[in-house]
């Protein structure tokens, strides 16, 4: 171990302060990619027949969405035998839901990001119990606990 003594205090707090902001800035962005393809894996597991559960999607920082559900259209198909994705509703709906993340304050990576929805029949979605016999659920696995469990996989692999 060596005894070796800052000669020149003022510029190591300097080089200190530069490290730190350097990482904070790459925490901002990481946090920016983060909630990104969070919201995207949410969207594209969601199934859309109103479009209310997508446009419901709400990104924030700090603290989460307190607000209400966003308004559902007139469904304009039977979706139930479309692929995820097809939904004619879908492309305005996750415009709207997308549109949140640029609402977020990324300036402090280090603080708590939310995404939620309060669209009444979330819970359902989430549970694969929607909708109801005589149709089949599009998404039996839920949206929020798979894109977690990805995220958390995509981590561990040292997402950027």
């Known amino acids: 171990m060596s005894n ?28 920016r990619i ?4 969070a919201m995207k894996r949410l969207i594209r597991r969601t199934p859309v027949h109103t479009g209310q559960a997508v446009r419901s999607y709400v990104a924030s ?19 139930n035998q479309l692929p ?18 640029g609402m977020v304050d ?3 990576p280090f603080q708590n990001f939310w995404i939620t929805n309060s669209a009444p029949h979330i819970a359902g979605l989430e549970a694969g119990e929607l909708p109801g016999t005589p149709y089949t ?11 977690l469990q990805e995220l958390i996989t995509l981590l561990d692999a040292g997402m950027t």
């Open 4 to 31: 070796s003594v800052v000669a020149n205090p003022n510029q190591f707090m300097r080089g200190l302060d530069q490290s730190y902001t350097r990482f904070e800035k790459k925490m901002q962005k990481r946090m």
């Open 34 to 37: 983060i909630v990104t393809e």
């Open 61 to 79: 920082s700090g603290t989460p969405f307190g607000g209400g559900a966003a308004s559902a259209s007139k469904p304009v198909q039977a979706t």
């Open 84 to 101: 995820l994705g097809a939904e004619r509703l879908r492309g305005g709906a996750a415009a709207q839901a997308m549109g949140t993340i």
């Open 106 to 108: 990324f300036s402090d």
């Open 137 to 147: 659920p599009r998404s039996p696995q839920g949206m929020f606990a798979v894109t």
